[in-house]
């Protein structure tokens, strides 16, 4: 328990600095990417179904091109030797910027390497492909959207298969690969110099630059992502969305490993100059394949994710996206095709195609389970206010004085008897230098809680709500992301009394969680009471 103490003394410490001096989290967003993505002219025409029947912060946009000739081109399909320039773009870029965006707000248009029938060494292809790039971008500038979202995945033609029959080596290769990259880079981020690139996989850790092309088919796409880094500049970040294995996660020990490897080894496709630029503006944002969790389809390795065991497919879904967005630096993303969130336009054939519907249709909760997962704090409260829920903890309110409550601090806290919110107790740790009382509770692993107090402060000293997981053997869980929460409280409207909360997901080895609420003062009449303190078990 000493080193509890002294641990919570330092970030208790920390905590209690000016609140600009430290690093704010940004807020976690989800994005929708799909066969339904939309043109602008149906989202200009629907913006107010979509936004009420699509429960995420974002969604991808298809851009299509108006050809002199009376084509059309997909703004997914402009890695070819065929111009696309911004009158082209006109038609889109117009109707995108009458559409009225109230809340989602976080978009990318949507673009890949299809056809992808340009060769590597043919520069006057690559003109066209980098002119292209830069066009999206300037319209996606132009339109307000987040950024570019781009799709290394190969539908036709592979402009990084190295060939070794034609006349170069891979060392030739390589480098024009990466040239190549230079090139598209600059192109895409002078055209938006601040956007987000948005890729659904950049780095792959098991990337070593071999040229047997067999072992890997985008032996080349390695080295055209050092070109994008060599001209990333500082106002640029790029999401990984590490596609595949963001897609095979399926458990909390699985999104932790993920995330750790990520972490240590994708550096290793860079080069050592890049390290720094690969650290401060490369997020983490694994996606999370939707079909999956409503059909079946033999021999898909992403469609055996259903056990028999598991019953309950929207909860299966709103854990895995939870933990997506946990481990995530900022974005995470899902990608659907056999349904649709909206049902109007290109998306009607989509109800037709393979037994495809409507996603709430085919997975009753699956929008709340999204949702959740995005805003678990605010659905947490909406659910409690609908079906109310008992505290596990015994005497949350101090009525009975510290019945239930161990002291684990320098001094118990007094009781201070009428001076609670609703007039009733509170724990008073006014004058205690480190005050700190705790209580266990039993937990489930895989079930959500809600743990949350107030307090009401005066002077200098800092409140705290603790929350720390143990295992069946009465071992603290100290695993790669399973973090020890330690919240401060935070103003709720006018009201005197701040407010401490969090929703938590119980790790697979947890058995109890360790509540404690404390203060630290620092000055002579510095105050603090502590009421309301609750955990409670949502699903």
Known sequence: ???????????????AGAAEEFYQLPQKKLIEFSWASPEPDFLRRNI???ERTCPYDGIGIRFMAQMPDGSRIDSRHMFSGTAVKR????VSID??????FRRLKENFLMTGIVPGNVELFDDKGWKVVCD??????????????????FDGEVYESNPFLYHPGKGYSFDDAAARARQRGREFGKAAFSAYPDMVFFTFFAMNPRFRGEPDSHVEPFSLYGFFIMGLYDELPPGVRIVDGCETSGYAAESEASYRMLLEHYKLFAIRQLGKEHRAKFYAQTLFGPGTYLDPYVYKRPG???????????????????????LALSVSDEYAWTWGEYNAWWPSGRAQALLEKDGGGIWEEKLPGITAAVEFARRPLEMAVKERRKQPRPNLLVNGSFEEGMNAWSDAGTAPPKIGHGRGIEGGAAADFSGIEDGLVIQQIKVQPGKFYYVGALAKTAGNGVSYLLARWVTPAGKWVQEFGVPDSVLTF?????????????VFLAPENAAHLLIGVGAKQRDKGDSALIDKVEAVELF
């Open 1 to 15: 328990m000493k080193m509890l103490i002294l641990a919570l003394a330092l970030v208790v410490s920390l905590t």
């Open 300 to 322: 898909n390795q992403y469609y055996e994710r259903l056990r028999p065991d598991i019953t309950d497919h929207a909860a299966y879904l709103r854990r895995n996206l939870f």
């Open 132 to 149: 292209n790039i830069a066009a999206l971008a300037s319209a996606a500038r132009e339109c307000g959207l987040r950024g570019l979202l």
């Open 490 to 502: 935070q103003p709720t409207g006018d009201s005197d009394w701040k407010c401490a909360e969090e």
């Open 95 to 100: 109707a995108l910027k009458q559409t009225p």
């Open 48 to 50: 107010e179904e979509i």
């Open 87 to 90: 009158e082209h773009l006109a």
